[in-house]
Every structure is written in structure tokens, then in C-alpha cells.
């Protein structure tokens, strides 16, 4: 399977405790996405890498949240002192930009549950 | 700030009938996808369209791109239960810019 991968698949933690998640895009592809989704709602953008660099953060991602992509092959999101309201759907997405339609393939998320 | 506005935000139908979902915007995009997701997946790419006025068919599903490149339109044709789920429009505004998502509808056919 040559689609974008993610790991965990679900992930139960307790409030205050730190959580990562790993996501391996499609090989070739140089741009790199993180979502958020909460259910019957669209993605929200967090934050996306093109190769290596962190081009852009949305604002909803606080000081909590720090992702990574040292390689510019997989990303890492860490969530550090969790909180209840960070349960969610986190979807990582790749792309292969050259400077046309930026069309985004997804992983099949990591369900958090913050207890 | 760009938005994308989808219609309706929630449907439910009976297997056999026909619908459309409507995405739009005042914005002009270089591109939009239509993806389909289920409870507990990733959202999945139906279509890319990319020019003003274009049409992609896939199997029931008919999509379409608005002249002037600020809409776009998802027809099924005899939905059916296996075409349950949220569907997500997202447009490219371009000049290295990110996607911009609508909140997607969910469609809900009964058997």
C-alpha cells in the first residue's frame, strides 16, 4: 500500500499526559498537511511542511502543539498537557505541489479520546 | 478571508432519488476537489477540477465547475445507501496558497 499511513489509529490518554503521532505520506509527494476534524465537521487546518519547512501554523494551534518533519519524509505531531477539548479526528494529508491544483490525499487518521 | 459554502449541511434521502450539494464562494479558484468521507476514515478524492465550465462524470456522480471558477456542484443520480457520508468540497485560491475546506454535507440515504 502505497498511500499516506498513520499511527496510531487510536490513541486513549489521560488529561496532562503528552501524545505523538506519526504520519508517513506518499513517498513522492513534498507537501505535508495535519487537520483536525471533529465529528460532522470539515477539516480544520493546523499547520503543513513543503519538504522540511513549516510554512504555515493556523492560530487555533497553541503553544501545546508542535509538528515536525525533519527529513521531509514523515511528520510527527506532539501534544503536549493534554486537554479534554483536544479530542478529535487528526488527519495528516500529502501532496505533490508543482504549482497546479494542489490535490491532497489522506490518511486514515488517528482518533484521540483525552479522558 | 476566503469561505467556502456548502449546501445543504445535511441531507437525507431514499435510495433511488436523485440530489445535488452545492459549494460556493465569492472567490476565484484555481482548482476544487470534492472528497467523500466515512465515520472513522480519512476523506477520500472523488474529482479534481481545475477549468471554468468543466464537467467530470464518476459512475452516479456528476461534477461540475462553475464558469467563473467560484462554484462547483456534486449531482448523484439513484443514490444509494452505499453513497452515505460527508462530503467535502476544497479549493485551491492558488499562488502557493493552502486549501481552503467547506464544512461539508452529510448525506444520509435510507433503504
Known amino acids: 500500500d502505497t498511500g499516506v499511513s498513520q499511527d496510531p489509529r487510536h490513541k486513549i490518554t489521560k488529561r496532562g499526559q503528552n501524545v505523538t503521532f506519526r504520519c508517513d505520506p506518499i513517498s513522492e509527494h513534498n507537501r505535508l498537511y495535519w487537520y483536525r476534524q471533529t465529528l460532522g465537521q470539515g477539516p480544520e487546518f493546523l499547520t503543513y511542511f513543503q519538504n522540511e519547512a513549516q510554512l504555515e501554523k493556523s492560530r487555533l494551534l497553541s503553544d501545546r502543539f508542535s509538528a515536525e518533519r525533519p527529513k521531509g519524509s514523515f511528520s510527527t505531531l506532539e501534544i503536549q498537557r493534554t486537554e479534554q477539548g483536544d479530542s478529535a479526528m487528526y488527519l495528516c494529508?500529502?501532496?505533490?505541489?508543482?504549482?497546479?491544483?494542489?490535490?491532497?490525499?489522506f490518511g486514515p487518521g488517528t482518533r484521540l479520546t483525552v479522558l | 478571508t476566503q469561505l467556502l459554502e456548502q449546501s445543504p449541511q445535511f441531507l437525507s434521502i431514499q435510495e433511488g432519488e436523485n440530489l445535488t450539494v452545492y459549494c460556493n464562494s465569492s472567490?476565484?479558484?484555481?482548482?476544487l476537489q470534492w472528497y467523500r468521507q466515512e465515520p472513522g476514515e480519512g476523506p477520500v478524492l472523488l474529482v479534481t477540477v481545475v477549468t471554468g465550465g468543466e464537467v467530470k462524470k464518476l459512475k452516479r456522480l456528476t461534477f461540475q465547475f462553475g464558469d467563473a471558477r467560484k462554484d462547483s456542484s456534486l449531482h448523484i443520480t439513484a443514490a444509494q445507501p452505499g453513497d452515505t457520508g460527508l462530503y467535502l468540497c476544497?479549493?485551491?485560491?492558488?499562488?502557493?496558497?493552502?486549501?481552503?475546506w467547506g464544512l461539508g454535507t452529510s448525506l444520509a440515504v435510507n433503504p
Open positions: 476544497a479549493a485551491n485560491a492558488g499562488n502557493n496558497r493552502k486549501l481552503i
Open positions: 494529508a500529502s501532496s505533490l505541489w508543482e504549482g497546479g491544483a494542489d490535490t491532497q490525499y
Open positions: 472567490s476565484v479558484f484555481s482548482s
